[in-house]
C-alpha cells in the first residue's frame, strides 16, 4: 500500500527553525514527484515547496523563498523539509504529497498529487 506520512512539527518561536520529515512506504519515493503543502484556519491549501522525480529539482512558493530547503534521503525513502527563519504566517498544517507519475516534474498544484499524509501541526508562536 502507497503511503507518506509526516512528522516533524511542533511550536517554535519566530526566528527558529523546524524540520519536517515525509517517510513514503510502498514505493521508492526518489522516482516520483514530492510535494508539501500547507493549510491555515481560514485560508486555502498553499503548495510550499516541491521535488521533481529522478533529477530531484527543487521548486518554491515565493513566500518560503530564501527561508526553506528541501532534500531528498534515498536511502531513508524519505524527503525533508528544512525550514529557517519562520514567521507566525508560516502556522499551518503541513501536508506532504506524492503524484503518481514516473520520473516526472513537480508542481505546486496540490490536485496534481495522488496520495497525501495526515499532516503535521506547525505553530510559530512567541
Known amino acids: 500500500q502507497l503511503q507518506v506520512v509526516e512528522s516533524g512539527g511542533g511550536l517554535v518561536q519566530p526566528g527558529g527553525s523546524l524540520r519536517l520529515s515525509c517517510a513514503a512506504s510502498?514505493?521508492?519515493?526518489?522516482?516520483?514527484?514530492i510535494g508539501w503543502f500547507r493549510q491555515a484556519p481560514g485560508k486555502e491549501r498553499e503548495g510550499v515547496s516541491c521535488l521533481s522525480g529522478s533529477l530531484g529539482t527543487p521548486n518554491f512558493a515565493d513566500s518560503v523563498k530564501g527561508r526553506f530547503t528541501i532534500s531528498r534521503d534515498n536511502a531513508k525513502n524519505t524527503v525533508y523539509l528544512q525550514m529557517n527563519s519562520l514567521k507566525p504566517e508560516d502556522t499551518a498544517i503541513h501536508y506532504c504529497?506524492?503524484?503518481?507519475?514516473?520520473?516526472?516534474?513537480?508542481?505546486?498544484?496540490?490536485?496534481?498529487?495522488?496520495?497525501w499524509g495526515q499532516g503535521t501541526q506547525v505553530t510559530v508562536s512567541s
Open positions: 510502498g514505493f521508492t519515493l526518489d522516482r516520483y514527484p
Open positions: 504529497a506524492a503524484r503518481r507519475r514516473l520520473f516526472s516534474v513537480c508542481t505546486l498544484r496540490g490536485t496534481d498529487y495522488d496520495y
